[in-house]
């Protein structure tokens, strides 16, 4: 089975995307199954794309 192909539509549509959101690209790399990873540049770099969760505590009953 030949490995698949990416196309230049495919890789500007990755770029224009992130793009569009704020991210500042630094470049990107496509592995041989095709994915296209996008690499960010200064401080989105080391952000993570969800927040931790936070943790919720038991609320406490009223007192009578």
């Not at 539509?9 to 990107?28: M, P, Q, T």
């Not at 095709?34 to 936070?54: D, F, K, N, W, Y």
């Amino acid at each position: 089975m030949p490995a698949p192909t990416t196309t230049q539509a495919a890789i500007r549509r990755a770029l224009e995307a992130a793009k569009d959101i704020g991210l500042n690209v630094a470049g990107y790399t496509v592995a041989k199954d095709g994915t296209i990873s996008v690499t960010l540049a200064g401080a989105e770099a080391g952000q993570h794309a969800r927040p931790a969760p936070r943790q919720i505590a038991p609320k406490s009953w009223a007192t009578r």
